[in-house]
């Protein structure tokens, strides 16, 4: 595996940082969308494991996230984040225009993953979207209705059972400790409404993966928006006890095992269907 120097482009908003790993001779490239007020960086072990089954991985910081530039964890719409998200598929495929691309998308990052598939119908061999926050989260909506806005951060216990998450998540300098702003949240909620629209995600084959204890993105109306975008091709795993990281749980390794062989079948089914 070769960790390659990270690719900047320009966005709206400044510069965007996007972190690359690669096989020595890649087989598939794999976009990674990380979650709020976090960094592609804590994902480095999913693009460890992706690599090892082929992969070339483009991840990027979104802006005001990680090493890339703007406010942090401020956005005014949604699509902000998806224009990003689009930027960095065009450059995977500029740089590997013979490789099927896979999609995988965290939280936010699964929010901006499903956005993206609706609106630009990127050409995708595979979606997979861990703990997306499609469904909002009514308990946390309901403090828009405050003001002022309670100064309320993301609780690092709440992400995952493994104690050694929460803690390194709170000695992570590159993450935003603060509290979430009111129109980055307003940008959220008024996303998840949005997909929720539709389209669905029609014959795309897709993974959605989640922990039965999250409440960042709860499980009952994550499951509601789901059913209403869920296509003809979809894989469910839902982790008793888990929390809002599956990917960073003590489950860890059966979820990248879920992850691994739902993509090993969804290349190969493509590559089948491209056989004359």
Known sequence: MSITKPMELRGRRGRIVVHRW?????KFVALIAHGIGEHAGRYAHVAERL????ATVYAPDFQGHGLSEGERARFETIDDLVDELA????????????????LVGHSLGGLTSTRFVQRDQPELAALVLSGPVVGGNPQVEA????????DVPIDPRILSRDPAVGEAYA????????????GTLEAIFAG???VQEGPNFGDLPTLWIHGEGDVLAP??????????????RIEEHVYPGAQHEVLNEI??????NDVVGFLRGALRAQRQASTP
């Open 87 to 102: 930027s960095v598929y065009e450059a995977a495929r500029k740089g590997h225009p013979e490789l099927p691309v896979v």
């Open 192 to 194: 998840a409404r949005k």
């Open 22 to 26: 690669s096989a020595n001779e890649p």
């Open 251 to 256: 489950n860890k390794d059966e979820v990248l």
């Open 143 to 150: 403090l828009l209705t405050m003001d002022p806005l309670p």
């Open 171 to 182: 000695a992570d300098a590159l993450i935003y400790h603060g509290p979430l702003h009111r």
């Open 51 to 54: 690599v090892a089954e082929g």
């Open 219 to 232: 499980l009952d109306v994550s499951t509601t928006a789901m059913n209403r975008i869920r296509g003809t």
